[in-house]
């Protein structure tokens, strides 16, 4: 069973602060990792992708991998009130012989406060 | 503006009637999927549609039944569902075959009186 692990907060954080958002996965074999986000009652929307060790920015959004200890986050800098959602990691394996493998965490609830 | 466009918005329906869930992508992408949603949970696979061919099928009921007419649409049939089954129902498509970067429409929910 592939796991992926996020803390279901909520995160609260004061507006203009660093927000890190935290995800851990099980699969060794995992190669792309995803960010997410969904406000209250909406559809997830892909804020980031991740492919290869380090960071990746876009923006006031940050992807960090470390594969090595099996690890991604998402920071987001200056953090606005419209950045209140729930984040949802996701992790992809190699699909097997008629399988699909895009894990879904369980999604970090954020409230960036005014 | 999404390019997954999803109707109806909102559905109510009884346990003993017909209905259907609609999907369009404007994205020229090649692989289109449902997914299920209830609250607080993430979303769950249900089908995958790659080319125009159910290529997933994740053990749901037969009480929901894919339909992929070509490889702009995708519907879900709906037939004699339980109350359980209410739920945000998600369509999404990929570019990459069976791909992690997916565009998701804003979602049909779903009331089962």
């Known amino acids: 069973q592939k796991e992926v692990e996020q803390n279901s907060g909520p995160l609260s954080v004061p507006e203009g602060a660093i927000a890190s958002l935290n995800c851990t996965y099980s699969?060794?074999?995992?190669?792309?990792f995803f960010w997410y986000r969904q406000y209250s009652g909406k559809s997830p929307e892909l804020i980031m992708s991740i492919y290869s060790n380090g960071d990746k920015e876009d923006g006031r959004f940050t992807a960090q991998l470390n594969k090595a200890s099996q690890y991604v986050s998402l920071l987001i800098r200056d953090s606005q009130p419209s950045d209140s959602a729930t984040y949802l990691c996701a992790v992809k394996t190699p699909p097997g012989a008629g399988s699909y493998q895009l894990t879904f965490g369980k999604g970090t609830k954020l409230s960036v406060i005014p | 503006d999404t390019e997954v466009t999803q109707t109806p918005k909102h559905l109510v329906m009884g346990m003993t009637n017909k209905k259907s869930l609609k999907c369009e992508q404007h994205m020229g992408h090649r692989a289109m999927y449902w997914y299920k949603q209830k609250a607080k949970k993430p979303p769950e696979l249900m089908f995958v549609?790659?080319?125009?061919?159910?290529?997933i099928n994740e053990s749901v009921p037969s009480r929901f039944s894919p339909e992929c007419p070509n490889s702009s649409l995708l519907n879900l049939h709906l037939h004699a569902l339980q109350p359980e089954d209410s739920a945000l129902y998600l369509c999404a498509s990929s570019q990459e075959n069976l791909g992690g970067e997916l565009f998701f429409g804003e979602g049909s929910r779903l009331t089962v009186l």
């Open positions: 549609y790659s080319y125009e061919k159910l290529s």
């Open positions: 699969d060794r074999g995992s190669q792309s």
